[in-house]
C-alpha cells in the first residue's frame, strides 16, 4: 500500500515543491491551503505525476478547520505516514507598530497550526509505531531578524518544538525533524526590490537564494532515511 503525506500550505512555492517531490514516489497526496483555487492547481500537477491526491481549502490556524482536514484525510486514505507542516506567512514591519490581531494571525498560522497537525498525525503513527513529521521552520528562528521579530518567534518556537517532540515521540519510532530554510526563492520573498535582493544574496557563502525544489529534495530524504 502507498504511504500518505500530508501538507500544508500546498498551494505554492516550498509546499508545492514537496507535494511534487512526493507525487514522484506515487504517496497518496493530502494538501491544504488558503487559496482554493492555487491549490487546485497544486493538486491537478500531482495527479498528472500518477499520485492519488486529495485538497481540501482551510486555514490550518484555526484548530476547527484542522479537525476536518484530517477528518477528510483520514476518511480518504487512512492514517497520516508523513506529516509535513509548511503553511507560513510573514510579517514585515517594526514591532511598535503590529496590531495584536496581526501578531495574533501569525502566531497560529504558523506555530499553532503545528500543534494542532501533530496532535492529531501522532496517534495514528503511534498505532502503527512508526511515522515522520517535519516542520519547516527558518534560520530567523535561530538569528532573529529585523522588522521580523513576529515570524523569528514563530520558527524559533518551533525549532524548540521539534526538539522536544523528537524526545516525546522517539520510543514510538517516530522521527520529528525540522528545517531551518535559509533564504529561497519563493513568492513570499517577491515584494524585494533588485537592490534589496542583492544585499542578501551577497551575505549567502553560496551567492545565490536556495530553490524549494531543493527544499523538497531534503524533506523526502528525511522522511524516506530513518536514521536521522
Known sequence: MNKTVLITGAS???G????????KRKYNIMICARNGAALENTADEIRALGAACLAVTCDVGKYTDVERLFSEATGHFGDIDVLINNAGISHIGLLQDMSIEEWNNIVNTNLSSVFSCCKLAI?????????????ISSV?????ASCEAAYS?????INSFTKALAKELAPSGINVNAIACGAIYTEMNAFLSEEDRQALT???PSGRFGRPEEVAELVLDLSENHHY
Open 16 to 23: 508545492r515543491a514537496i507535494a511534487l517531490e512526493y507525487a
Open 12 to 14: 505554492k512555492g516550498i
Open 202 to 204: 551577497d551575505e549567502i
Open 153 to 157: 518567534a514563530t520558527k524559533g518556537g
Open 140 to 144: 530567523w528562528g535561530v538569528a532573529g
Open 123 to 135: 496517534p495514528g503513527m503511534v498505532r502503527k509505531q512508526r511515522g515522520s513529521i517535519i516542520n
